[in-house]
């Protein structure tokens, strides 16, 4: 059983950064992979990120160039620095476990709100 937990969301003007954390009750090192993904109001949750254990990075078209996945194997947690935010970016921020071609845990989410 792993449990991950999301945080560092909050109110932020455009332009502005945040990092969210993600903090695993498991060893990342030995993942697979972990994905950022998000849901905005009234739409499908869209993929972000995500990250191999080989740190191979992959990114949305739309958060390239502006998003950085990172982790800290030594604390267990995954990060998602977000740089010149959008009022687009706004949703609930989630992370999850790759396992095969889909996913065996999600953590709670956490709420980004970009406005100003």
């Known amino acids: 059983q792993v449990q991950l937990m999301e945080s560092g969301g909050g109110l932020v003007q455009p332009g502005g950064s945040l990092r969210l954390s993600c903090a695993a009750s498991?060893?990342?090192?030995?993942?697979?992979?972990m994905s950022w993904y998000r849901q905005a109001p009234g739409k499908q949750r869209e993929f972000v990120a995500s990250m191999t254990r080989s740190e191979t990075r992959k990114y949305a078209d739309s958060v390239e160039g502006r998003f950085r996945i990172t982790r800290d194997n030594a604390k267990n947690t995954l990060y998602l620095q977000m740089n010149s935010l959008k009022t687009e970016d706004t949703a609930v921020y989630y992370c999850?476990?790759?396992?095969?071609?889909?996913?065996?845990?999600w953590g709670q989410g956490t709420q980004v709100t970009v406005s100003s």
């Open positions: 498991g060893s990342i090192p030995s993942f697979n992979a």
């Open positions: 999850a476990k790759n396992y095969g071609m889909g996913y065996d845990y």
